[in-house]
């Protein structure tokens, strides 16, 4: 049976992964980064190897060639390799938004942003997954990424994956809600990290911060990148379906109601998720301008299970209508 191109590179990244590990006694995920940056710059960059395992090497990564694959193709067999490595060392924030999800995301993000090229910002990047999954998604389109996380291993992972897919991406290794030193961009797209943000000192400097104890780290994700996005720029969030029904939504209906619109909530099927609990949707916000108008009516939708191929196309042609009504 022949293999796709997507399990032949899938092959290659693990055997030459499972090579390196051997050696260099380190987790799975290391040693994927490394075998990455040996096959972009097409040589063995680990000095500590043994003779047989650089020949060994070499001649995978010379029989292996990289250009004759799709961006796709490259980003869904190492996004393979990573759910490898996940599975062996479980850390809650390893976690990778699906496919599905990505595909949703990018879908709507081109619906909305008309323009022909612009800078769009993930500001809890991890392996880069999300944001490649959109820009591989934008056809005739030119889009200038940035990627924040402060996780180093996550975001070496996200720009190895950037570099083989060839993709003009920014990355920052630091703590997003740190200053960030960044221009304004026109879009933002984030699967929020859910939960507390430990560093109260920083909290201090956002509107959406606690009135006591821990604040929420998502609300202040969104705080950062509605600050960091352009007048009249868009932003898609995921987020727990929860959202406006927590102690401290208040407060965000409120900061919400100063600085953005809200164009749509699209609810994702609950079958999707582990339990109702954990169920999410993707919230679309426009920050205000002086020109902005709010919609006639909020985009509400109710996705069915993304398998239903008739109803899934039913959903979209229904946003799709919404769009060219409200949006022009």
């Known amino acids: 049976m022949k293999t796709s191109p997507v399990e032949e590179l899938f092959i290659v990244l693990n055997e030459t992964a499972t090579l390196l590990q051997e050696e260099l006694n380190c987790s799975y995920l290391e040693v994927l980064a490394e075998t990455g940056e040996n096959m972009f710059h097409q040589s063995v960059l680990q ?4 003779e047989w395992t650089v020949k060994r090497l070499k001649k995978i990564y010379e029989d292996i060639k990289i250009t004759k694959y799709t961006k796709e ?3 869904k067999s190492f996004q393979l390799a990573i759910l490898k490595g996940m599975k062996e060392s479980v850390q809650p924030n390893h976690q990778m938004t699906p496919d599905s999800i990505g595909m949703l995301v990018g879908y709507l993000l081109h619906k909305f942003v008309k323009k022909s090229s612009y800078r769009l910002l993930d500001p ?6 999300l944001l490649t999954t959109v820009m591989n998604q934008a ?5 200038e990424g940035i990627g924040v996380d402060i996780d180093d291993l996550l975001i070496k992972l996200a720009y190895i994956s950037a570099n083989l897919q060839e993709h003009p991406i920014d ?17 933002v797209i984030s699967d929020l990290p859910i939960g507390f943000y430990p560093n109260d000192i920083r909290a201090a400097d956002y509107q959406l911060k606690a009135d006591e104890g821990h604040s929420y780290a998502h609300h202040l994700f969104m705080e950062q990148s509605i600050r960091h996005v352009k007048s009249g720029g868009y932003l898609f969030f995921i987020i727990p379906n929860g959202l406006f029904e927590s102690e401290q939504s ?6 919400f109601k100063e600085t953005v619109v809200i164009q749509g909530i699209i609810q994702l099927p609950e079958s999707m998720f582990k339990n109702k609990q954990a169920a999410k949707s993707i919230l679309i916000l426009q920050k ?33 209508q919404w769009i060219s009504e409200n949006k022009g």
Do not use: C, W, Y
């Not at 000095?47 to 043994?50: H, K, R």
């Not at 902005?292 to 946003?319: G, R, W």
């Open 73 to 75: 193709d490259i980003r």
């Open 139 to 143: 056809i005739n389109k030119s889009i």
């Open 288 to 320: 205000k301008d002086a020109e902005l108008k709010p919609p006639k009516q909020v985009l509400l939708v109710n996705l069915p299970t993304l398998s239903n191929a008739p109803a899934m196309k039913k959903m979209l042609d229904k946003i799709d």
């Open 47 to 50: 000095d500590t190897l043994s």
């Open 250 to 255: 208040k407060k965000l209906h409120e900061f």
């Open 171 to 187: 990355f920052f290794n630091q703590d997003s809600l740190e200053p960030l030193f960044i221009e304004p961009v026109d879009a």
């Open 124 to 129: 809890a990047v991890g392996t880069g997954n």
